[in-house]
């Protein structure tokens, strides 16, 4: 019996450490992600907004004031990829706890990722509710250009609120930002008209 697709919401709150075994928090950002029964993705970390319509794929970095436009994505591609990262990574080893499963992973040779070690906490609802990224690229976390403060930082992010309650439809239409003229060309709102717009479409899709 084919399952019948259902919105999904969760929040993400990202925790960067500056070192694999610190405590310390030095940056600490919170994320939202949306997604429609129609498979249309709505994502916000930080100061970015992304929108993956059927029509349009929409980057709004307000710290950057920019706009980027371009052809949706296949499969709502806004979304974490589990899959994806398995398919770079072999398993280390696999812990069965009271409420969730413990997966370590190790990047293969050719992925090319710059971590040493990833590790997955799975709800037994088999929700992500954890993911730990342990950096194997040094970052210099100095503010003086003069000075070098070199670590190897670890992320860890928290996935959290899970629901599958409806989702307003606006959520996922770009015509808060922009529209488009009847000869394809973007025209931004009068909240954003000190934007640059970036335009990397390859069709002519026009505004949902």
């Not at 370590?104 to 070690?117: C, F, G, R, W």
Request: charged fraction near 25%; proline fraction near 3%.
């Amino acid at each position: 019996m084919q399952t019948v697709p259902k919105p999904l919401s969760y929040t993400m709150n990202y925790l960067l450490y500056s070192d694999h075994d610190s405590k310390k928090i030095v940056e600490n950002y919170k994320g939202i992600f949306h997604k429609s029964a129609s498979n249309e993705t709505y994502m916000k970390i930080k100061d970015t907004e992304m929108i993956n319509s059927k029509k349009t794929n929409l980057k709004i970095s307000h710290g950057e004031k920019a706009i980027v436009v371009s052809d949706p994505l296949n499969n709502g591609a806004t979304e974490l990829d589990v899959q994806q990262i398995f398919s770079l990574c072999k398993v280390i080893s696999f812990k069965d706890y009271k409420t969730y499963w413990e997966i370590q992973l190790e990047p293969k040779a050719y992925s090319n990722l710059s971590y040493s070690k990833i590790i997955l906490n799975i709800s037994k609802q088999y929700f992500l509710q954890k993911q730990v990224f342990y950096y194997n690229t040094a970052v210099n976390f100095s503010n003086d250009y003069r000075k070098s403060d070199v670590h190897y930082p670890k992320l860890e992010v928290i996935y959290e609120g899970y629901n599958r309650k409806p989702l307003e439809a606006s959520l996922f239409t770009t015509g808060k930002y922009y529209s488009v003229t009847a000869k394809n060309t973007i025209v931004l709102s009068k909240a954003f008209k000190k934007y640059e717009v970036i335009d990397q479409r390859l069709t002519s899709n026009t505004i949902k």
